[in-house]
């Protein structure tokens, strides 16, 4: 058993560059998504295939982003 | 000095059934260990195993000793740590085993990351290893700093403080890493402190860059090892990734993880902030 079909992308959500990750384990597809600075994974979601993996990946990303707040410095 | 405390994944593959190595995975994501890990490691969570689950502090020494033994650790093993993130639990997990005076412990350059981009053998078996006696020594608290070692560094400067959070996180403009709970009251940076983002000292494969490149890195910010150095972040494990990299990469002798960092000092009441 490996890792197959492994993809990393870079993507902006609502002004936060993000890196995702999916990739294939067995039959199961396993998307995971961090911040690209520091790097930090903070969604991860698997399907059935690729696209579902990553749909559900995102929406709990954009749920999660929308709570981090800029503040004036 | 490299050599003596990261392998790379060719090394782990080769050593898979080594008796004197024992590989354990550490990631952020506690769930991934379970999705498939490299044949034979173990995994440890860091949310119930290497902290003490009550008092905020790092691991007591006879949990250590217990889930060192149930893990088939001995004193003189070999232990391999990988993980998620670019390895920054298992530099968590180093800094523990360093602080109770474990030999040799060495980290798998480039983690998780670097075995699944390489489509390296995963299992999703659990060993079962022999169980062993493990004692532990007492903590080295030389390794890390405290409130008053930090309070003191400001006042006196006598060490040298590097924050290795985000830029955005330095200066306050996020409290928290964008999607993670936000867990302090003030944003902004310890007085004095240099920033050097800890992910500029790794590749895009997850592997630390070259000793040189991350000399340069830190010479550039003035942290050149001359006086002590103290490490943080935000609850200390992206400290100890760079913690790692300035003690066992670039050798400096006194360099401290302070692992209450900007949820400790963030918190505090009547603590200076700087910004930005």
Redesign the interface.
């Known amino acids: ?4 079909e ?1 993809t ?1 992308r870079n993507e902006t959500i609502d002004t ?1 560059p993000v890196h995702i ?1 999916t ?1 294939r ?2 039959e ?1 597809y ?1 998307c ?4 690209v ?8 979601a698997e399907g059935g295939t690729r696209e579902d993996a990553e749909r559900t990946a995102l929406e709990k ?1 954009k749920k ?2 929308g ?7 | 000095m490299r050599d003596k405390v990261l392998v790379t994944t060719e090394w782990v593959a080769d050593h898979l059934t080594d008796p004197k190595v024992r590989i354990a995975e550490v990631d ?2 506690t ?1 991934a260990y379970d ?2 890990h490299v044949p034979g490691a173990i995994g440890w969570n860091w949310t119930t195993q290497l902290c003490d689950t009550v008092v905020r502090d790092v691991i007591p020494k006879n949990k250590l000793e217990e889930l060192l033994g149930a893990s088939g650790v001995a004193n003189d093993s070999t232990v391999v740590l990988y993980g ?3 390895n ?1 639990f298992a530099a968590w997990a180093f800094w523990q085993l360093k602080l109770y005076g474990h030999q040799d412990v060495r980290i798998m350059d480039g983690g998780r ?1 670097k075995w ?2 390489e ?6 078996e659990a060993p079962k290893p022999a169980k062993t006696t493990y004692r532990a020594k007492d903590q080295d608290e030389s390794l890390r700093a405290f409130l008053p070692d930090v309070m003191t560094a400001v006042k006196s400067k006598s060490a040298a403080l590097v924050d290795v ?5 330095f ?10 709970p ?1 867990t302090c009251q003030r ?2 940076h310890i007085p004095g402190a240099k920033s050097m ?3 500029k000292l790794a590749n895009e494969d997850g592997t630390f860059k070259t000793d040189a490149e991350i000399k340069a890195l830190y010479d550039g910010v003035g942290v050149t090892g001359d006086k002590p150095i103290i490490a943080y972040c935000r609850i200390g494990e ?1 400290s100890s990734h760079s913690w790692f990299a300035l003690k066992y990469l670039l050798g400096y002798k006194d360099v401290k993880n302070y692992d209450g960092s900007w949820t400790e000092w963030g918190n505090l009441v009547r603590a200076q902030v700087e ?2």
Do not use: C, H
């Open positions: 058993m490996k890792a197959e492994y990393e936060w990750v990739y384990i067995g199961k396993y995971t998504i961090d911040n600075d520091p790097g930090a994974r903070f969604a991860r990303a999660y982003l709570q981090t707040r800029r503040r004036t410095t | 952020v994501d769930a999705q498939g998620d993130n670019n920054w990351k699944l981009a489509g390296k053998e995963l299992s999703t959070r985000s830029p955005a996180e200066t306050g403009e996020i409290l928290a890493p964008p999607g993670l936000e944003g902004g983002p800890w992910a992206r910004k930005p």
